[in-house]
């Protein structure tokens, strides 16, 4: 078993994992900015990816760095650059102390592990430009690349949770015709525990969802009827910005400027596209359905 350190430990997917890597027999550190307002279940240190020196502090004796941190709630005009120079300190910090494997949770997108991140949103160019900033010091990066998280309190199914539960029909733009493979949240701890210290997933880029591929109108719909709502989605060819960001601040509670933030990666299909964690890893994730089933029960 290892000694492991999550950074954004009190985010969706850090609440999630760290019971999870716990439950596995890990020896859990929870790496957030203020401690003293943790209330999970593992040691929490502080750490800031603006302070290097909080960063080496609390890297000292890990053996395996979980990265889960964004800084989507600064808005994203310059997004990319930010991520940048967070994942680097992360990344040098984490090679000072010794740290012999960072792991990402990233982002999917259609061209998969070698599109170019000039033709991406500015949220998923971040993302990219971050699984190379990471491993910039040398230390080996382990990317498990995921789209939409079905789980209750992931933000981009509270957004069609929400919008569905308080509108018959809901308009949607066009990009809402690309092409998403959502996975469900247990499934995605899952792989992220699996990945662990092993060797063979060192400098590997791992994508992961449901088998099956879906356009975010039909998604929305799906989760909207998984709660007994109508789940009536029309497509309109534009969608003014402000329109949609007065929608999300009506419809939810969800923050606005990083919901806005994941819109604009609609425009870009988020599929899996290659089999590397189906061969390397021995789970099958749970289908489309009952991952929806079972987020809707949460």
């Known amino acids: 078993m290892s000694r492991v350190a999550v ?32 209330d999970g279940p ?89 699984e190379a900033a990471l491993g910039v010091a040398g230390v080996p990066v382990t990317v498990v690349r995921a789209g939409i998280i079905l789980g209750r309190g992931s933000l981009g199914w509270e957004m069609m949770r929400q919008v569905g539960a308080r509108v018959p029909v809901t308009a949607a733009p066009l990009q809402s015709a690309s092409r998403t493979q959502p996975i469900g949240a247990a499934d995605l701890v899952g792989y992220l525990v699996d990945v662990v210290d092993d060797e063979r997933l060192l400098g590997t880029v791992l994508e992961v969802g449901t088998d099956e591929v879906v356009t975010y109108r039909d ?26 960001e007065a929608g999300l601040r009506a419809l939810t509670d969800v923050d606005t400027p990083t919901a806005m933030a994941l819109l604009a990666s609609m425009r870009t299909d988020a599929t899996v596209n290659d089999d590397v964690a189906r061969r390397l890893l021995p789970r099958r994730p749970a289908s489309l359905d009952d991952a929806i089933r079972a987020a809707a029960a949460e």
């Open 7 to 38: 950074a954004g430990a009190s985010g969706f997917v850090g609440r999630r994992l760290v019971p999870a890597l716990l439950a596995a027999g890990h020896d859990v550190t929870a790496l957030t900015r203020r401690p003293g307002e943790y």
């Open 42 to 130: 593992a040691r929490a240190v502080r750490a800031d990816v603006h302070d290097p020196r909080s960063l080496t502090s609390a890297l000292r004796d890990i053996e395996v760095a979980f990265y889960l941190v964004h800084e989507l709630a600064g808005g994203h005009d310059d997004l990319p650059d930010r991520e940048r120079r967070s994942g680097e300190a992360f990344g040098r910090a984490a090679a000072r102390c010794g740290v012999r494997q960072i792991v990402y949770l990233g982002g999917l997108s259609s061209a998969g592990a070698h599109d170019d991140p000039t033709a991406l949103s500015p949220h998923l160019r971040a993302r990219r430009l971050t």
């Open 219 to 244: 998604l929305m719909g799906r989760v909207a009827r998984a709660h007994g709502h109508r789940g009536s989605v029309v497509p309109l060819p534009v969608v003014p910005a402000l329109l949609m």
